[in-house]
């Protein structure tokens, strides 16, 4: 897979926090991971109103640090992909099969994209691009060993043919995604993505997700379902009545604004959830 170059590194490295390109420790890459997922939130409006999904770096870099969205793995995950090999790292894209909400012992399409980060011989994973369920640290590979993140814990259990990343949530180890350590081309990605994107099966084409992270909190939007999660607490949810109420939430909680044309009204009232009165 060919390299990746940023126009826009020191734009991208400002609204992460740093004046200038720091070392690749792993202190870097827990802050970078950490604040990502903070600073560029999840969404998939761009599938919710029929919009192309482009996956090739000028247009992540156009959409995501020029023109103010988030975006999905394909769109997050190659971007701090191509952070990571700017800074030195020593990076590698991989794929999973995403299982979360799934039963157990499901296999499911290669759909996710996410990173493996080599540090002084010990690897890491490193992704942030999994929506309202996405680590916030980097995760050491070869433990099974419980991790901890500024979130949730998560543990990844060896398997036959690779691993599988579980998050413990109410109680509960949870399957989050199976992955492996198989070299990924960009027509990989390619692939999956006009999967994700176009395929009426996929949930992305079904229904509005949006998320974020904070100090203590995730906040999550399906559809017409807004959450906020504090951790150590229970959460807070609530249905949106109308567009202009789901439009106000993504703006002000997800920092995201959105044209506010008829298409784009069209498109959210196809999916939001009506309350019932």
């Known amino acids: 897979m060919s390299e990746p170059r940023l126009k826009n590194l020191k734009l991208y490295l400002q609204r992460l926090g740093f004046d200038a390109p720091p070392a690749a420790t792993l202190k870097t890459l827990r ?20 919009a192309p999904v482009l996956i090739d770096l ?6 995501i640090l020029v023109g103010g969205r988030g975006g999905y793995c394909y769109e997050l995950n190659y971007l701090f992909y191509a952070l990571l090999s700017e800074l030195g790292f020593e990076v590698r894209a991989i794929s999973g099969r995403v299982v979360m909400n799934q039963p157990e012992g499901s296999w499911t399409a290669r759909t996710h994209r996410l990173s493996v980060v080599i540090l002084d011989g010990v690897r890491y994973i490193t992704d942030v691009g999994f929506g309202g369920m996405v680590p916030t640290a980097p995760l050491l590979l070869d433990t ?20 599988l990343l579980r998050a413990y949530v109410t109680g509960e180890w949870r399957p989050m995604y199976l992955f492996d350590l198989q070299r990924q081309e960009d027509i990989d990605y390619t692939v999956g993505n006009w999967y994700v994107s176009t395929h009426p099966d996929s949930p992305f084409a079904q229904r509005l997700m949006i998320a974020r992270t904070g100090d203590g909190w995730r906040k999550t939007l399906n559809s017409g ?19 202009d109420e789901l439009l106000g939430v993504i703006e002000h909680e997800f920092g995201v604004k959105l044209s506010d044309s008829a298409p784009v009204r069209q498109s959210l009232a196809r999916v939001i959830t009506p309350v019932s009165v």
Request: proline share 6%; aromatic share 8%.
């Open 58 to 63: 000028p247009s992540i870099e156009g959409k």
């Open 31 to 50: 802050q970078l991971q950490s604040r990502h997922t903070g600073v560029f939130p999840f969404e998939n409006l761009a599938t919710v109103t029929g």
């Open 225 to 243: 379902s807004f959450a906020l999660h504090r951790t150590g607490a229970d959460s807070q949810r609530r249905e949106l009545a109308d567009v």
């Open 144 to 163: 099974d060993a419980e991790q901890a993140t500024p979130h949730e814990p998560y543990r990844i259990e060896k398997q036959a043919d690779g691993y």
